[in-house]
């Protein structure tokens, strides 16, 4: 199976900061990586595919970068309502694996 | 809007079968992937396995002697088993539809059941 790293595990930030998260992958998977947003008690939510296509809907403060093994999900300018648990996933070959998320919280 | 629903027994007792549907509105079930994905309280996501509406599947072979996954089509529904369950197995199951945009992504999800297994 493909393992999935992020890092960091939690990330503390402000309304307004520049926020970066990490995937990494145990080998290589082109650009099939996708990333969800995950509020308490709530299903995950689609933000970008192809590692850097933004689903339709989905603010443009959102991107995503990289190919290979390592990836980024950057938000540029974080919002109250961005403040959620992060996940990457890889879709290029079975089974498909996930990150073990990164929880960005309010300093 | 697609909307995903999933419906089920939320406790169920070690060594017996899990059970879920997924009933799908706002769209056809068919020329789609559909996936069931589960969250452990506190822990991430792990993908069960899919379905296409035709009926095949693919499933995770850490679960693949125990889980079925089947569709029914006339009701616009798929379905989860899990046999021999244990308190592992207790977690909040999702289903999802397989983006049509990003091969293996999962663009629409269910709210989640929380599955308890306990005695």
């Known amino acids: 199976d493909i393992q999935m790293t992020q890092s960091p595990s939690s990330v503390s930030a402000s309304v307004g900061d520049r926020v970066t998260i990490t995937c990494r992958a145990s080998?290589?998977?082109?650009?099939?990586l996708a990333w969800y947003q995950q509020k308490p008690g709530k299903a995950p939510k689609f933000l970008i595919y192809?590692?850097?296509r933004l689903q339709s809907g989905v603010p443009s403060r959102f991107s995503g970068s990289g190919s290979g093994t390592d990836f980024t999900l950057t938000i540029s300018s974080l919002q109250p309502e961005d403040f959620a648990t992060y996940y990457c996933?890889?879709?290029?070959?079975?089974?498909?694996?996930f990150g073990q998320g990164t929880k960005v919280e309010i300093k | 809007q697609v909307q995903l629903q999933e419906s089920g027994p939320g406790l169920v007792k070690p060594s017996e079968t899990l059970s879920l549907t997924c009933t799908v509105s706002?769209?056809?079930?068919?020329?789609?992937?559909w996936a069931w994905i589960r969250q452990p309280p506190g822990k991430g996501l792990e993908w069960i396995g899919y379905?296409?509406?035709?009926?095949?599947?693919n499933y995770n072979p850490s679960l693949k002697s125990r889980v079925t996954i089947s569709v029914d089509t006339s009701k616009n529904q798929f379905s989860l088993k899990v046999t021999s369950v244990t308190a592992a197995d207790s977690a909040v199951y999702y289903c999802?539809?397989?983006?049509?945009?990003?091969?293996?992504?999962?663009?629409?999800w269910g709210q989640g059941m929380l599955v308890t297994v306990s005695s």
């Open positions: 192809g590692a850097s």
């Open positions: 379905i296409y509406y035709s009926g095949s599947t």
């Open positions: 080998q290589d998977i082109s650009s099939y």
């Open positions: 996933q890889q879709a290029n070959s079975l089974p498909w694996t």
């Open positions: 706002g769209g056809s079930i068919s020329y789609y992937y």
């Open positions: 999802a539809r397989a983006a049509v945009a990003g091969k293996g992504s999962f663009d629409f």
